[in-house]
């Protein structure tokens, strides 16, 4: 949903991180009573065209695993969430679930309440079950057991995940989201053609399995004047002992092409990384932040 807002931004030339969100909600946006009387969502974020919040209480932990130490970790969660919508904010909904020929106008749609079925270890939401409700509290239209997605900070849904985790574990997932250090430089490569490039990684993402540090990263490259030429979003799995690393997922971005899936050059496998490359030293940040940061990027792992 964000993307058209991510190519207009590219077409600027502007590279934007997500920016900090208040936790108290303005007075015009504070949550409105429509489904029932007694409800009380807490407000997350809101923007032009949506409003997003949660239901607290109705966290529940479904399942979990059992560690070594004998701790129980958490591994599916479930909550209720609820988003409003703005007239264009509807639209845009309607047209993602290509649902134009079950409401015509936008104007139909005020709110939908959704159960999300959420696995930390693997960062992802799975929206159970969707009620999409018109203005009179009626079920205009509804859907089960829709696709399970990874969160990343391009996701719609980060602001529900963050706050649905941090409800169970406590381990800071919106403060870290919300961090003006949430992104840290790897490493800038100059080219040969003079452009440069620079690579950032998403700590909020950050996590380790077994020896492998999951994270996404944002690639960008411009040119002397500024202009940017072209984005990789990469999620990759870091082997940090090794000094290898292999891109799991991803997207690349270019002013002619815009967003299309990134194709790997060597097949998922793991590639090493020289030691005298601009490249290492991105390594040697990652390495420092895992051991700086254990507790951070182990929080919530079962192995």
Same mark, same amino acid.
């Given at each position: 949903?964000?993307?058209?807002?991510?190519?207009?931004?590219?077409?600027?030339? /502007?590279?934007?991180?997500?920016?900090?969100?208040?936790?108290?909600?303005?007075?015009?946006? #504070?949550?409105?009573?429509?489904?029932?009387?007694?409800?009380?969502? $807490?407000?997350?974020?809101?923007?032009?065209?949506?409003?997003?919040?949660?239901?607290?209480?109705?966290?529940?932990?479904?399942?979990? *695993?059992?560690?070594?130490?004998?701790?129980?970790?958490?591994?599916?969660?479930?909550?209720?969430?609820?988003?409003? $919508?703005?007239?264009?904010?509807?639209?845009?909904?309607?047209?993602?679930?290509? +649902?134009?020929?079950?409401?015509?106008?936008?104007?139909?749609?005020?709110?939908?309440? *959704?159960?999300?079925?959420?696995?930390?270890?693997?960062?992802?939401?799975?929206?159970?079950?969707?009620?999409?409700?018109?203005?009179?509290?009626?079920?205009?239209?509804?859907?089960?057991?829709?696709? +399970?997605?990874?969160?990343?900070? #391009?996701?719609?849904?980060?602001?529900?995940?963050?706050?649905?985790?941090?409800?169970?574990?406590? #381990?800071?997932?919106?403060?870290?989201?919300? /961090?003006?250090?949430?992104?840290?430089?790897?490493?800038?490569?100059?080219?040969?053609?003079?452009?440069?490039?620079?690579?950032?990684?998403?700590?909020?993402?950050?996590?380790?399995?077994?020896?492998?540090?999951?994270?996404?990263?944002? #690639?960008?490259?411009?040119?002397?004047?500024?202009?940017?030429?072209?984005?990789?979003?990469?999620?990759? *799995?870091?082997?940090?002992?090794?000094?290898?690393?292999?891109?799991?997922?991803?997207?690349?971005?270019?002013?002619?092409?815009?967003?299309?899936?990134?194709?790997?050059?060597?097949?998922?496998?793991?590639?090493?990384?020289?030691?005298?490359?601009?490249?290492?030293?991105?390594?040697?940040?990652?390495?420092?932040? *895992?051991?700086?940061?254990?507790?951070?990027?182990?929080?919530?792992?079962?192995?």
């Amino acid at each position: 949903m964000y993307r058209k807002k991510i190519a207009a931004a590219m077409l600027a030339s /502007a590279l934007l991180f997500p920016m900090p969100q208040s936790q108290a909600a303005p007075a015009e946006l #504070q949550p409105q009573t429509t489904v029932e009387q007694n409800d009380e969502w $807490y407000w997350l974020a809101s923007d032009n065209k949506y409003s997003k919040y949660f239901d607290p209480v109705t966290v529940k932990v479904i399942k979990s *695993a059992k560690r070594e130490d004998g701790r129980e970790i958490a591994t599916e969660i479930e909550a209720w969430t609820k988003t409003t $919508y703005s007239y264009e904010g509807a639209a845009e909904t309607i047209d993602n679930y290509k +649902i134009r020929n079950l409401l015509p106008d936008p104007a139909q749609l005020s709110y939908s309440l *959704a159960l999300l079925k959420i696995n930390p270890q693997n960062r992802t939401i799975q929206y159970s079950h969707e009620e999409f409700y018109d203005k009179s509290n009626t079920v205009i239209w509804s859907k089960s057991e829709g696709r +399970i997605k990874e969160i990343n900070s #391009q996701s719609f849904d980060e602001d529900f995940y963050c706050a649905i985790v941090d409800e169970v574990f406590r #381990q800071g997932e919106i403060e870290r989201k919300n /961090a003006p250090d949430r992104w840290i430089d790897l490493c800038k490569i100059i080219n040969r053609d003079g452009s440069i490039t620079t690579v950032t990684a998403d700590t909020t993402t950050m996590r380790l399995k077994g020896s492998n540090l999951i994270v996404w990263e944002w #690639q960008d490259t411009r040119e002397p004047n500024g202009n940017v030429t072209e984005i990789k979003f990469m999620k990759k *799995a870091v082997n940090l002992p090794q000094g290898t690393e292999r891109i799991t997922n991803g997207e690349i971005w270019t002013p002619h092409n815009s967003w299309r899936e990134l194709q790997d050059e060597n097949d998922g496998a793991y590639v090493m990384i020289n030691g005298d490359s601009p490249e290492y030293k991105g390594l040697v940040r990652l390495r420092a932040f *895992a051991k700086g940061y254990s507790g951070w990027v182990n929080r919530y792992a079962i192995e």
